[in-house]
């Protein structure tokens, strides 16, 4: 299936950098914003939960961090796919920078995890599926990280890069499901149930703008990124020149 | 609620407050990093070109 013209014009990388730079300062106030709103509703609004008393605030970071590792993996294996599927360059430059984002949100929900585990279930670690598969999720972004690195090519490191990103999509629905398949202490969704959530309205609503939140962060910073990576990979460019010649 | 009862978090304080710690510091880095990153990439870009200007007028004299 051929593209039609106007998308590979569109997502050109000289024409993704002069967008990127217009979005990036709108994307990064709406994260602020939604920020400080969320966590101010999620310390001085949401009340305090009547099992876990305040420890369960340590959910507002949690809870997101974790559905941004998994949404941010998908994000990469999707773009890596377009890019292998279409060569389109600026999909594989958004896979690549991509991970190290994911692998911070994943390294986050397993550290807050663990210091919401240590006082609501006594220890900092089990392993079960649930935590077993985050953290396989750690290693495939890492491994990602790791193989793209180790490739001099780009071209070729795109590409392996997005295979490697592909297959390990299998541990996505593993991760969600653990919960579900196997005995773990973890509990089970709240949000996400087919029937209505079994959450607090005030506790829910600062749930949603801290994802929210995350979700502006990860735009912010993946332009961001993205940015300066165009510069490298299109150097030998006139544009590029003309921008790095511009700037002081 | 004071405010001693507020960073005492119901006596989770090390746990809440740890949490957020990390997520400020990991989350800050991340979204600080690439500022860095592209400042030098334009400097070292902006070495290349002279260079490469250079040894253009070398190569025309």
Redesign the interface.
């Known amino acids: 299936m051929k593209l039609p013209a106007i998308v590979h014009k569109f997502s050109s990388p000289k024409n993704f950098y002069t967008m990127s730079g217009k979005l990036v300062p709108w994307f990064v106030w709406s994260f602020l914003i939604t920020l400080v709103f969320g966590l101010y509703y999620g310390f001085f609004v949401a009340p305090t939960d009547y099992q876990q008393g305040e420890s369960y605030r340590i959910m507002f970071v949690h809870v997101p961090a974790a559905w941004m590792s998994m949404f941010i993996y998908m994000v990469m294996a999707v773009s890596g796919g377009i890019g292998l599927i279409w060569r389109i360059k600026t999909a594989d430059l958004m896979a690549s920078v991509s991970a190290p984002i994911g692998a911070a949100f994943t390294l986050l929900a397993l550290v807050s995890g663990s210091l919401w585990g240590k006082p609501m279930w006594g220890t900092y670690w089990v392993w079960d599926a649930r935590l077993t598969s985050e953290l396989i999720l750690l290693f495939l972004y890492l491994g990602f990280i790791a193989l793209q690195a180790s490739i001099e090519d780009p071209r070729n490191a795109a590409r392996a890069g997005a295979v490697l990103a592909i297959v390990g999509v299998v541990n996505i629905p593993i991760i969600h499901y653990s919960v579900e398949w196997w005995s773990t202490l973890h509990q089970g969704a709240t949000v996400t149930k087919i029937d209505k959530p079994s959450i607090h309205i005030d506790m829910l609503i600062p749930l949603l703008v801290m994802a929210v939140s995350f979700k502006l962060y990860y735009i912010a910073s993946v332009l961001m990124r993205a940015r300066g990576e165009i510069l490298r990979r299109e150097q030998n460019t006139r544009w590029v020149k003309e921008v790095v010649e511009n700037e002081r | 609620m004071s405010a001693s009862e507020?960073f005492n978090?119901?006596?989770?304080a090390v746990?809440?407050w740890?949490?957020?710690g990390?997520?400020f510091v990991?989350?800050g880095w991340?979204?600080i990093s690439?500022?860095f990153?592209?400042k030098s990439?334009?400097k070292e870009?902006?070495i290349?070109?002279r260079q490469q200007e250079r040894q253009r007028q070398e190569s025309t004299e």
Do not use: H
Request: glycine letters at 8%; proline letters at 4%.
């Open positions: 507020f978090m119901g006596g989770y746990y809440v740890s949490s957020y990390f997520a990991l989350l991340i979204f690439p500022v990153t592209k990439i334009i870009l902006k290349k070109y």
